[in-house]
């Protein structure tokens, strides 16, 4: 019992110093291209989970710019291939890189065709996408919780 205990202590203590040294998580009230820009400047490391969720976030700004256009795509297509480099983030982002892959074929963007059809099947893809995202960060916020809580009860239950 007492290995396993100092083993438990050990990783809280490695979870904690690792906590202290990763960059602050981006505010979720950032909505301008410009905010997310300079907040990318200060995330830290490239591939982290902050620079990841920035890049995620960048990139649904250029597919909701309207009209759609080539370049919009083309942009989105690269925030979401650098937000794919953190293993965090990957599965995440793969489905949006999938839509965005397939609109590629096509010359035109997809809202610029004249279907509307289309347009809402592509409008309800995203809105799909949208809502797979806001599940998953909030089943990490609680799993992160969860760990934060259990990191508190095993140091509670040291003895002195």
Known sequence: MPKRLLAVLTAVLLLSACAQQLPPAPTTTVSTQAQLLQSLAHCGAASSYACARIHLDLARHYLQA?????????AARSEL??????????????????????????AQPPHSCPNDAANNTLAAQIAHL??????????LDRLNSLLQSEAQKS????PH
């Open 66 to 74: 309207q009209p759609l256009t080539p370049n919009a795509i083309a």
């Open 155 to 158: 140091l509670q239950g040291k």
């Open 81 to 106: 291939a650098m937000a794919a480099q953190n293993p965090e983030m990957a599965q995440e982002v793969q489905p949006w890189r999938n839509l965005v892959a397939s609109w590629q074929p096509s």
């Open 130 to 139: 949208k809502a797979e995202n806001t599940a998953q960060k909030q089943q």
